[in-house]
């Protein structure tokens, strides 16, 4: 039994300051609406937390099905506020699982915001000094100040980048979560009473499409009762997501399919209208969540972490929708607001294997996981 | 008493009754004229009644329960006597012939009570007010700095050189201020201090006490101070010895005295106190410390009850391995018991990072390579956990220092039978030489009481006390228990409780200067005169007196100590002479009250096979309030039922029974606490000894040629007032059935 003090203090620092006060009752596991019948979650999540068990909660799916609704929050008698803790330990396993550990450590510090726009910055200074591209006189067109083709390069290579740091942290996690020690999770009774360890892999590509699947509706997450914004905020930033993806592809389509030349398009044009939309619901779901959080400490305070991560998808869809504003107004402007943008974009996809964004991957594969070893919420 | 007033009222419910024919009973069978009030308890009614009393010696008030309004109807030294109208009759019964019949023989046996009663006089001696506190710990000092506080003199006595008890060997102690948070400096330092300075404190070291003889008010104290006699006279007792550890070598199977790095909670207290917190074995510091709580309590072969305070010590100790070389603590718990404001206490130590809880079982402690391992098994982690120690402290509980010494006699029996069922534990002692050998085991007070040198304990030799409703009392007037010696406690709730205890002994002394009994009947001046002319020296009465107050001759002859009584009547229940009585409360009284009731003759009298009379002896501490209850919530029982209050049913002669039905008397109900390992009874053993004479009634009922089931003995506690109707409707109906007393009209 290796208890690791540092640990104890990293959750704690990282947002679960009530961690301690947990004294193990198991309301938080009664009221939790994601928790399976077995083995149920967070009660024990707290303690291995309170004992600094940094192994067994990196190798734990569990942490992963909670949506934070802070149902068990709301209940807790001793205001160890589980919903918040677990949101720290996912932050911490994040931080844990991402390559270079130490990158994402600087990344989690407050003070690590110098270094969370540096780069981006520096990059983007560099960029200009060398291509210098020119601010074009007339009608605003983006494309004319920084060709299509740079801006999908360097796409391509940040987009790189966080994929192979995804896939060594997804890889960590899968291997972890079937690992020997969360096979406390997967034992399933035999046709002969006996015990039988499920392994995830045989059935993965089919959990893994119900699971899309059920990531699209929100189903789970629907399930929340303190904390219902959070099901209607996150709906809305996730399919604003959603949307302004395909109306990418439906860019590309436009400038390498149909051979159009330049992206200044129409208002009225349908991948401007889809790619609006989407912005909006990013924008509006962002706000949302900020006000609710602003507004209402039951609901969950929030963390360096948590607000890092919402507030740079409120301000990328805000300068998106700043630079078509600005273009619409034939303001000049735009061009200098499509480089915060630019680097406002880089840190959502260069960070988002240390940033709240790796939930996305992580959860996906809890989801997984969860559904191959039969871990249902209970009815 | 000859002047005896008779006062009916005839509000609330009363003037439903005839109240004529009522008043015909006082005139034409007692030949008083009564008076007829519509208010008594009011202003005027009260001031009429208080003109009266001037005249009179004794008054009966037919109104409402004796158990209200008992202040109003009091006049100086007057007796009064309460024929209950009110909830015995009108609120509990459809107003009829029965209901009226009811009523006339409540005010039969009112007068006649009143009647029989005597004037009391009080026992009044040369007391001493002066207290001795027993155990210079914690307790014991609060105490006797609060009895000195209060202007009393406190005897101190304690028989190490030093005062301070247990806690002086204390590094830090718990909290005994709010807001109970925070670990303190050791306050017993400071408490010793003050408690020197006191003037009226005489303090005695290395004493103990060689014999304590008398009565409260007059406690002979003999002490041995370094093989010194010291002699003076007490008024009152706290007992305030503490506790002693469990002992540790039982607990081999958790390493003690197999590992030299398992010690106990105490040793670890010491190894702080000393300043550094090291492995036994090689002197090495300690880093990782594993608490196992319940080392030893809530387990059938050590101690079967919680010690209630190691949870909170362990979790106070865990602080210092932080403190002390910033490790990590490990408290293994059956489950953390932190009573009450200590919820607050946890909730603060829990917050340190390196204080690790869980709920969990000792599988195994093992040690390999000179390092322990604990392996926990049942955890809260979801698996056995092995957690490699340098130290092991065992959360050893608390001992009542009387468990184990010689009490009284009947915790000690003779032979394998259980005297009394309060006591659960037995000592199967055969000779009296046993108990010599058990004698010299050690004592406390060595009371030279007939009964047993200590006080008597419960089960697991804390003393015997009603322990939520009145914490300090003992079963020996006068002498109070305080602290760890009565349930295992912390040091604020020593303190509470030295202070309680104290103001309990000061009461005491005060009461018995004016020759008064304390609790329950506190303020009784009646007790019980012997007629020792025709004692047969049968011991009934020595052995059965629940406060031990009757010493004996060699003869056997009661030496009765009326300042230890509390005024019970046992004595006066058990006696087949008939020999003691109290003035107020007498055999002849409660005889007359018996033979009081009309009991229809068949011969006679018309519809007379239908007029059953039964009588419900009921206790008056818990039968009585809950028929009173059962009147307020609107519940009936038969009309044929005459309830008599006494004072606990161990004061119920068997002659009363006897007299009942051989006048014709259906049937008898006793009515008392429940009795056992949780007994209610306000006199200890009351209902029980009730339950026990019933064998002799059952052969005066063969005698009489009655069937057995006419003498029922039912316990009922206070609060079953919407069952004891049903009782002694069950009761009438049962005997209804079997027929009449075929003794009416004798």
């Known amino acids: 039994m290796e208890v690791d003090t540092q640990f104890v203090k990293d959750v704690v620092g990282l947002g679960g300051k009530t961690l301690k006060k947990c004294y193990q009752c198991a309301t938080c596991s009664v009221v939790c609406p994601q928790s399976p019948k077995e083995e149920p979650f967070p009660r024990k999540e707290m303690i291995w937390a309170q004992w600094g068990l940094k192994d067994k909660l990196i190798k734990d799916g569990d942490i992963w099905l909670c949506h934070q609704c802070n149902d068990c929050s709301e209940y807790c008698p001793r205001g160890a506020k589980p919903g918040e803790v677990l949101g720290a330990i996912r932050a911490k396993v994040i931080q844990e699982l991402a390559f270079p550990n130490f990158f994402a450590k600087i990344l989690m510090k407050p003070a690590g915001i110098v270094v969370y726009f540096a780069i981006p910055i520096i990059l983007t200074l560099l960029y200009l000094s060398i291509a210098s591209p020119k601010i074009p006189e007339g009608e605003i067109v983006i494309g004319n100040f920084i060709p299509h083709l740079h801006i999908e390069l ?81 709906f809305m930033i996730f399919w604003g997501f959603i949307i302004l993806g395909i109306a990418t592809i439906g860019d590309i389509i436009y400038l390498y399919g ?73 303001s000049v402007a735009a061009y200098y607001m499509y480089l915060v943008h630019l680097v406002l974009v880089f840190t959502l996809i260069a960070y988002a294997p240390y940033s709240k964004f790796a939930h996305l991957l992580y959860r996906t594969l809890a989801y997984t996981w969860a559904k191959s070893v039969g871990r249902e919420p209970q009815q | 008493m000859e002047k005896v007033g008779v006062y009916i009222c005839t509000g609330c419910d009363i003037d439903k009754l005839d109240i004529e024919r009522l008043k015909n009973v006082a005139k034409e069978e007692f030949g008083i004229e009564p008076k007829v009030h519509p208010h008594l308890c009011s202003q005027e009614g009260v001031e009429m009644l208080k003109n009266d009393a001037a005249e009179l010696d004794a008054l009966v008030i037919a109104a409402c329960s004796p158990r209200v309004k008992t202040a109003l109807f009091t006049f100086d030294d007057k007796y009064v006597e309460r024929a209950n109208l009110r909830e015995g009759v009108v609120w509990s019964h459809d107003i009829d012939e029965h209901a009226q019949e009811l009523a006339e023989d409540y005010l039969r046996i009112a007068i006649t009570k009143a009647q029989k009663a005597e004037k009391p006089e009080p026992y009044i001696e040369e007391v001493s007010k002066d207290i001795l506190v027993v155990g210079g710990g914690v307790t014991g000092l609060t105490a006797a700095l609060e009895i000195a506080k209060a202007g009393y003199k406190a005897y101190l006595v304690e028989k190490e050189p030093e005062l301070g008890g247990w806690v002086a060997k204390y590094y830090k102690t718990l909290p005994i201020e709010p807001p109970y948070t925070r670990i303190e400096e050791n306050p017993v330092f400071k408490l010793i201090e003050e408690v020197k300075a006191n003037e009226n404190i005489e303090i005695y070291t290395s004493a103990q006490i060689d014999s304590i003889s008398g009565q409260p008010g007059m406690f002979d104290v003999v002490l041995n101070q370094n093989g010194e006699k010291v002699q003076f006279r007490a008024g009152g007792i706290v007992v305030a010895t503490g506790w002693k550890p469990y002992d540790a070598t039982a607990l081999e199977e958790l390493g003690y005295g197999k590992f030299a790095d398992v010690v106990t909670n105490l040793e670890f207290e010491e190894m702080a106190k000393n300043g550094k917190i090291i492995r ?10 594993v608490f196992i709580q319940c080392a030893g309590q809530r387990d059938e072969n050590h101690l079967p009850y919680c010690s209630s305070v190691c949870c909170l010590v362990s979790l106070k100790q865990a602080k210092y391995v932080r403190e002390f070389t910033n490790g990590n603590a490990f408290i293994i718990y059956k489950d953390m018991r932190t009573p009450g404001l200590w919820e607050d206490f946890y909730k603060e130590m829990q917050q340190d ?92 007070l060595n009371l030279q009481y007939r009964q047993g040198p200590e006080l008597p304990t419960l089960k697991y030799g804390f003393p015997d006390s009603n322990y939520i409703c009145f914490p300090y009392e003992s079963r020996r007037l006068g002498i109070y228990a305080a602290g760890a010696v009565r349930a295992p406690m912390e040091i604020a709730s020593c303190i509470e409780d030295a202070k309680g205890a104290a103001l309990k002994a000061i009461q005491a002394v005060e009461l018995v200067a004016e020759g008064k009994t304390t609790f329950p009947r506190t303020g009784d001046i009646d007790f019980p005169n012997f007629f020792l002319q025709r004692c047969t020296q049968c011991k009934r009465c020595t052995e059965e007196c629940p406060f031990g107050a009757l010493d004996e001759d060699e003869k056997g002859t009661p030496m009765p100590n009326p300042l230890r009584c509390r005024r019970c009547g046992i004595c006066f229940g058990a006696c087949p002479e008939r020999i003691i009585s109290f003035k107020t409360y007498s055999i002849d009284q409660m005889a007359s009250a018996v033979k009081s009731i009309y009991v229809p003759d068949p011969n006679w009298d018309e519809g007379a096979e239908e007029k059953f009379r039964f009588i419900v002896f009921a206790c008056e501490n818990d039968a009585l309030p809950a028929l009173d209850m059962a009147a307020l919530n609107g519940k009936k029982w038969s009309p044929l039922v005459r309830i008599i209050p006494v004072r606990c049913l161990g004061s119920v002669n068997t002659v009363f029974i006897a007299d009942a039905l051989s006048k014709g008397i259906d049937g008898v109900l006793l009515l008392g606490c429940k009795y056992g390992e949780d007994y209610q009874c306000h006199f200890i053993r009351g209902s029980e000894l009730a339950n026990r004479r019933m064998e002799n009634v059952a052969e005066t009922l063969e005698r009489l040629m009655l069937e057995k089931e006419r003498v029922q003995v039912v316990e009922v506690s206070i609060n079953e007032w919407d069952k004891v109707t049903e009782i002694i409707d069950n009761f009438v109906n049962q005997i209804m059935e079997i027929g009449a007393n075929p003794y009416k009209g004798f």
């Open chain 2, 353 to 444: 990072d390196g204080i690790y809880l869980t709920k969990g079982d000792i599988k195994e402690i093992k040690e390999e390579g000179g390092k322990l391992t604990v392996i926990v098994t049942n955890t809260l982690l979801g698996e056995d956990i092995a957690i490699k120690a340098d130290l092991v402290v065992l959360a050893t509980g608390m001992v009542s220092t009387l468990k184990g010494l010689y009490t009284v006699k009947e915790e000690f029996p003779d032979e394998k039978t259980v005297p009394y069922k309060h006591i659960a534990e037995l000592h199967p002692i055969k000779s009296e030489e046993d108990i010599e050998i058990i004698k010299q085991a050690g004592h406390i």
């Open chain 1, 154 to 234: 360097a796409g391509f290579i940040v987009g790189g980048w966080a994929l192979l740091v995804a896939a060594i942290g997804a890889y960590r996690f899968w291997s972890g979560i079937n690992s020997e020690v969360s096979k406390v999770y997967e034992y399933r009774l035999g046709e002969n009473a006996e015990l039988e360890v499920v392994r995830a892999s045989p059935r993965f590509i089919e959990c893994l499409f119900w699971s899309v699947i059920d990531i699209l509706k929100h189903s789970r997450f629907a399930e929340c009762g303190t904390a219902r914004y959070r099901y209607f905020a996150h």
């Open chain 2, 280 to 289: 036994k074995s090689d002197g090495s510091e300690a880093k990782n410390v």
């Open chain 1, 258 to 330: 149909l051979g159009v030349e330049e992206l200044a398009l129409p208002p009225t044009d349908p991948v401007k209208i889809l790619g609006n939309i989407g912005a909006i619901l990013l924008i509006a779901g962002s706000l949302w969540a900020i006000v609710a959080r602003f507004g209402n400490e039951r609901v969950g305070y929030g963390t360096y972490f948590d607000w890092l991560f919402l507030g740079t998808i409120f301000a990328v869809g805000l300068t998106g929708v700043g630079i078509e504003a600005l273009r619409y107004a034939g």
